[in-house]
C-alpha cells in the first residue's frame, strides 16, 4: 500500500491500515522502546509501550502532521515517549521520593556527627532525555544520568537506530567487516586531544584514554559523521564536561558500510 493511501486509511480508522503498521513496524518499535527500558523495563513493559503507540495513533489520527515527517517517525517518536514516561514510573517505585530522601541524608548526618565521624550523603539520582537527530534514516537520543553526592556527576548512554532496517546500531555496523576502525579512530582521537591541548591547553589526560570499543557510546551526526562521546571524568578534567569527538568519514577510505550510514 502506499504511503499516501495508507495516511489516508489512517485518517479515516481503516482497521486495515492498522493491521498492515502493526505488520510493519512492530519490530522497529520494540527497538526503540528496549533501547530506552534498556536493563530496567521488563518485556510486558516493552510490549505494552508499543500496543500504546498504536493506540494512540487510532484514537488520535489528526494529530499525525504528514508534513512533519513519516508515519515510520511518528511512531517511533510516540513510542519513545511511551517508554520515557514508562521509565520514569519504574523508576519512582525504586528510588526514594526527593523529599524522603533529603530527610534521610539529613538525619545520617545527624547521627554521624553525634558518633564524631561525617558519612557520604545518600545518592540522588535523575535521568533525562535528548534527542540527537530524527530522520527517515536514523533516530539517535542519549539518556543522561546525573548523580549527587557531595557533587553533581553526569553520565550518558547512547542510542542509535537504523529506521530503515529496525535495527539498533552498534559501532562496528558503520564499516566494512574485518576493518581496523577501532585503530584508526583511536589514532584520530589521540591526534585531536593532542591538538587541543597545544592550542588551547585543554584538560585532556591522553594517558588515561586507552581505546574504544564496543560499548562506546557515539551517534551520527545530521551530517553523517561519526561522533564519538566520552563521559565526564573519563578521559578529560570535570570542567571539560563530556568530550565530543567528530571524526572526518574520510580517514576511513572506501571502509564505511554499503548501507551508507557515514557521509
Known amino acids: 500500500m502506499l504511503e499516501e493511501e495508507l ?13 498492515i503498521l502493526i505488520d510493519e513496524y512492530s519490530r522497529l518499535l520494540w527497538v526503540v522502546a ?12 516493552i510490549e505494552d509501550c508499543i500496543a500504546e503507540s498504536f493506540a494512540y495513533l487510532w484514537e488520535h489520527p489528526e494529530k499525525y502532521d504528514q508534513n512533519r515527517g513519516s508515519i515510520k517517525t511518528y511512531l517511533c517518536l510516540i ?5 520515557i514516561d514508562r521509565l520514569r514510573k519504574i523508576r519512582k517505585t525504586i528510588t526514594l521520593p526527593y523529599d524522603k530522601a533529603l530527610k534521610n541524608s539529613q538525619k545520617i548526618k545527624e547521627e554521624s556527627e553525634k558518633a564524631g565521624f561525617l558519612t557520604s550523603m545518600p545518592e540522588m539520582v535523575s535521568q533525562s532525555y535528548i534527542l540527537i537527530r ?32 529496525s535495527k539498533l546500531l552498534s559501532i562496528s555496523d558503520l564499516f566494512k567487516e574485518n576493518y581496523d576502525y577501532v ?46 562521546v566520552f563521559n565526564e571524568y573519563e578521559i578529560s578534567a570535570g570542567y571539560m564536561g563530556m568530550p565530543e569527538f567528530t571524526i572526518d568519514t574520510s580517514i576511513f577510505k572506501n571502509n564505511i558500510s554499503d548501507l551508507g550510514y557515514l557521509k
Open 34 to 45: 528496549s533501547g530506552v527500558l534498556k536493563n530496567v523495563g521488563s518485556q510486558e513493559d
Open 7 to 19: 495516511k489516508q486509511r489512517i485518517r479515516n480508522r481503516d482497521p486495515r491500515a492498522y493491521e
Open 79 to 83: 513510542t519513545k515517549s511511551k517508554a
Open 183 to 228: 585503530g584508526v579512530i583511536n589514532n584520530e582521537i589521540i591526534r585531536k586531544m593532542k591538538e587541543a591541548i597545544e592550542k588551547e591547553d585543554a584538560g585532556y589526560f591522553i594517558e588515561e584514554f586507552k581505546t574504544i570499543d564496543e560499548k562506546t557510546n557515539f551517534y551520527i551526526s545530521e551530517e553523517g559523521k561519526l561522533v564519538i
Open 134 to 165: 530524527n530522520d527517515d534514516d536514523i533516530l539517535s537520543f542519549k539518556v543522561v544520568t546525573t548523580e549527587i553526592k557531595a557533587s553533581g556527576y553526569e553520565t550518558a548512554n547512547f542510542y542509535n537506530v537504523d529506521l530503515k532496517n
